[in-house]
Each structure stands twice: as structure tokens, then as C-alpha cells.
């Protein structure tokens, strides 16, 4: 079941906490438990120790595309490339019902579950959220070019470490809500609102990136949900 608008059900799977969450592994478990998101900020550590990335850049057209399946029960569907990498304890919950967007906000959730590092360590993550289309429905019907496939990589939260090294094996959920914690970034100075929602109806891309550095990650999860018209 979903939960909250957030949770994402799935067959199969051993319970904990009495929810089944989706893992970038195939696994499952997780409860439901959220945390607000705690981006990274500069410095910290040792003056040899690298700077935490704070936010990332396009570096070239993404054509990464998520498409509902109308036959899938758990209303899910698949990505047209698979993820660059593998980290067995991801786990993250994007909206499944288009009901669930309805209200024009989406929750996105993410975390290790079992992060047993060093101490010191790290997992900088962001979260994107990628419409549909180039420009909304009616800045396409305004142009007169139509609606065409979007290339940009989409609208990201901020990025955050997901291995906070506080000795915890049972790390909590990192949760942004969309828009209103989604942005694009020019070159590092400035921010761009997202796209709301309601302006481009259909099957919106969101992607899980391994951050490390502002023009440096990979996809580790690609899912998605869809705006109905």
C-alpha cells in the first residue's frame, strides 16, 4: 500500500515495520520512518580533505526516460537506460498513484539502509526530478513548435549525505517534497525554479545520482510516476 503518497509497494519481499519499500537492489523492507533533508555544506574536516559537493551540472543532453506500464498492477513502469551503478543498500519512494500528485506536490524519499562504514566516510545523493517535455503545454503551444522530448537533466534537491557517520546501521529517510525543494543550478551561482507539476501532464523521470562532484555522478536508481492531464 502506499503510504502517505510516498511509499512505493511491491510484491514479495520480508516485512519490516510492517511496510515493503522498493530497493535499488530488487530487495525490499524499510519502515516508514522520514527525516527532513540535511544538505551538506562546505568545509568540514581536515584542510587535505576534499570539499563536499554542494550541487550539480548538466554536461550533456540526458535522455534517460521513464515510462509508465498500464499493465504493471503496482502502477509502475521502466526506464529506457539502466542505472550506471549498483549500491545494494539504496533504497528510495517516489509517488505511485497519479492521485498521489495530484495536489501538485510530489515526496521523494531516499537512504542506505545499512551504511556499516568507517567512520568518515561518505554517500553524497540528490535526488532529480525530470518533466517530460522541454517546456510546459502552454509555453509549446505559445512558441507554435509543439511539446518536444525534454534533454535537460531535470530539476534536483540539494545533494546530501546519506552516510552521516554516526554509527548507525538503521539510517532514517531523507525526504524532499517537489517543487518546492527542486531547482536547476546555472553554473554553480544561481537557482532556477522547478517546473510545477500541473504545467506538463504525463510520465515525469525521477533519478537517484551517486554525487562526486558538481559535474561528476551516476545514476544508481531511475523510476518515475505520471501527472494525469
Known amino acids: 500500500a502506499v503510504t502517505g503518497g510516498v511509499l512505493v509497494a511491491i ?25 527532513s533533508a540535511s544538505p551538506v555544506g562546505g ?4 584542510d587535505t580533505a576534499p570539499e563536499p559537493p554542494t550541487h550539480i551540472e548538466q554536461t550533456a543532453p540526458n535522455v ?7 499493465d504493471d498492477e503496482w502502477a509502475g513502469g521502466r526506464c529506457n537506460i539502466p542505472s550506471e551503478e549498483v549500491e545494494q543498500n539504496f533504497q528510495f519512494a517516489v509517488p505511485r498513484d497519479p492521485a498521489d500528485v495530484a495536489s501538485g506536490k510530489a515526496r521523494i524519499g531516499m537512504r542506505l539502509k545499512y551504511p556499516d562504514d568507517p567512520p568518515g566516510d561518505h554517500y553524497y545523493a540528490v535526488a532529480v526530478v525530470k518533466p517530460p517535455h522541454d517546456q510546459s503545454v502552454a509555453e509549446a503551444e505559445a512558441s507554435g ?3 518536444v522530448e525534454n534533454r535537460a537533466l531535470g530539476h534536483a534537491s540539494e545533494v546530501v549525505d546519506l552516510k552521516p557517520g554516526k554509527g548507525s546501521s538503521d539510517t532514517p529517510w531523507v525526504e524532499f517534497v517537489y517543487p518546492d525543494d527542486f531547482g536547476t543550478e546555472v553554473q554553480g551561482q544561481s537557482r532556477t525554479a522547478a517546473r510545477p507539476l500541473r504545467d506538463d501532464p ?4 525521477v533519478m537517484f545520482l551517486h554525487v562526486t562532484g558538481p559535474k561528476d555522478y551516476r545514476t544508481v536508481v531511475c523510476d518515475g510516476f505520471t501527472v494525469a492531464e
Open 11 to 35: 510484491p514479495d519481499g520480508g516485512e519490516d515495520g510492517g511496510k515493503k519499500e522498493r530497493a535499488a537492489s530488487g530487495g525490499t523492507a524499510g519502515p516508514d520512518a522520514k527525516a
Open 43 to 46: 568545509g568540514g574536516g581536515s
Open 202 to 205: 504525463g510520465d515525469w523521470t
Open 145 to 147: 513548435l509543439g511539446l
Open 64 to 70: 534517460t526516460y521513464w515510462s509508465a506500464d498500464p
